[in-house]
C-alpha cells in the first residue's frame, strides 16, 4: 500500500464538471500505472479510467468523451476531469495504482490489476 489522497469531490447539477485530484509518491506517479474507480450507490466497483508510465490513457465506456485522465509529475497529482456529469454518476470515486509489475503498463479492462487504493471521495450530481 501507497498512500494515496482524493480530493476534488462534491455536489454538482447535472450537466456540470467537477475535477479530482490523488496526491501520490512521485516515483508511483512517474512509474506505475494509476487509475480512477467509482462505486455509485447499490452497484459494485467499476473502472473509471487508467493511465500508464508513458501518459497513455484508457477509459471505461460511460467515461469515453466526458472524463479526461492525466497526471502532473510535478505536483505529484493523479487528475480526473469529468464533464457532463449526470446523475446517475454520483458515487464515491477512488483513486488505485497498480505496484506490481516493473514496466508501468495498465492491464485492460481500465483499473484491473490495482493493488492500491485511496480512501475515496463522494460526488454527488443532482437532476
Known amino acids: 500500500q501507497v498512500p494515496l489522497v482524493e480530493s476534488g469531490g462534491g455536489s454538482v447539477q447535472d450537466g456540470g464538471s467537477l475535477r479530482l485530484s490523488c496526491k501520490a509518491p512521485?516515483?508511483?506517479?512517474?512509474?506505475?500505472?494509476m487509475g480512477w474507480f467509482r462505486q455509485r450507490p447499490g452497484k459494485q466497483r467499476e473502472g473509471v479510467a487508467a493511465i500508464d508510465r508513458d501518459g497513455d490513457a484508457t477509459y471505461a465506456a460511460f467515461a469515453m468523451g466526458r472524463f479526461t485522465v492525466s497526471k502532473d509529475s510535478a505536483e505529484n497529482t493523479l487528475h480526473l476531469q469529468m464533464d457532463s456529469l449526470r446523475p446517475d454518476d454520483t458515487g464515491t470515486y477512488y483513486c488505485?495504482?497498480?505496484?506490481?509489475?516493473?514496466?508501468?503498463?495498465?492491464?485492460?479492462?481500465?483499473?484491473?490489476?490495482?493493488?492500491?487504493w485511496g480512501k475515496g471521495t463522494l460526488v454527488t450530481i443532482s437532476s
Open positions: 488505485a495504482a497498480r505496484l506490481a509489475g516493473s514496466l508501468g503498463l495498465c492491464p485492460s479492462p481500465p483499473g484491473h490489476g490495482m493493488d492500491s
Open positions: 512521485g516515483d508511483i506517479i512517474n512509474n506505475k500505472c
